[in-house]
């Protein structure tokens, strides 16, 4: 099975200020059609997961553009240019490359303001 | 809208099963997957398993494969999980999500929790 694998776990950051969260797979992500089989979920506090990036890089429809994705193969990262308070939350990575589909989730790293 | 609505809370002795729907709306049902997620307390998220409304084929996380079920019933356009055997470390929050072939899943359900008591 693929291992994901995010640092840091904690990252407190100070509003207006960037923050970079990083992904890495056991596997190769990428595709032969050319696309990296990862996404980006925050879960804020009290609610349901709710999709940030998909196919490593595509922003889902709503989310700000101070949030974007990067990253092929192994090695991922989401980065939020200038943190606000609603950022707040746990930031999950997840693949979903492996055949026959099985789905896996990074530990999940905590943004906190500071 | 599109949403997802899930049933209600379940409270469920070791060695049961439970079964919990998720009520599609807004959207055309056939025509995304439908995942289940679950979070135990304080825990991170696991994936348990996906099934395609279109033809109902299923694919199952090997920790879950012998106890878990994911069903559909296109008429009401609802999905249901049915897991078994339920032990205390089942006791989590379990969400349904809809995917659009490799775009993320970007519809949640507002998650069922399940306790499980000995």
């Known amino acids: 099975d693929i291992v994901m694998t995010q640092s840091p776990l904690s990252l407190p950051v100070t509003p207006g200020e960037p923050a970079s969260i990083s992904c890495r797979s056991s596997q190769s992500l990428l595709h032969s059609n050319g696309n990296n089989y990862l996404d980006w979920y925050l879960q804020k506090p009290g609610q349901s997961p709710q999709l940030l990036i998909y196919?490593?890089?595509s922003r889902a429809s709503g989310v700000p553009d101070r949030f974007s994705g990067s990253g092929t193969g192994t090695d991922f990262t989401l980065k939020i240019s200038r943190v606000e308070a609603e950022d707040v939350g746990v930031y999950y990575c997840m693949q979903g490359l492996q055949t026959p589909p099985v789905y896996t989730f990074g530990q999940g790293t905590k943004l906190e303001i500071k | 809208q599109v949403q997802l609505v899930q049933s209600g809370a379940e409270v469920k002795k070791s060695g049961a099963s439970v079964k919990v729907s998720c009520k599609a709306s807004?959207?055309?049902?056939?025509?995304?997957?439908m995942h289940w997620v679950r979070q135990a307390p304080g825990q991170g998220l696991e994936w348990m398993g996906k099934i395609n409304p279109n033809g109902g084929s299923t694919n199952y996380a090997p920790e879950f494969q012998d106890r878990v079920t994911v069903t559909r019933d296109t008429s009401t356009s609802r999905v249901y999980m049915e897991l078994s055997s339920l032990r205390s470390e089942d006791t989590a929050v379990y969400y349904c999500a809809r995917e659009l072939a490799v775009t993320g899943l970007d519809i949640w359900g507002q998650g069922t929790m399940v306790t499980v008591s000995s």
């Open positions: 196919l490593g890089f």
């Open positions: 807004g959207y055309t049902f056939t025509s995304y997957y």
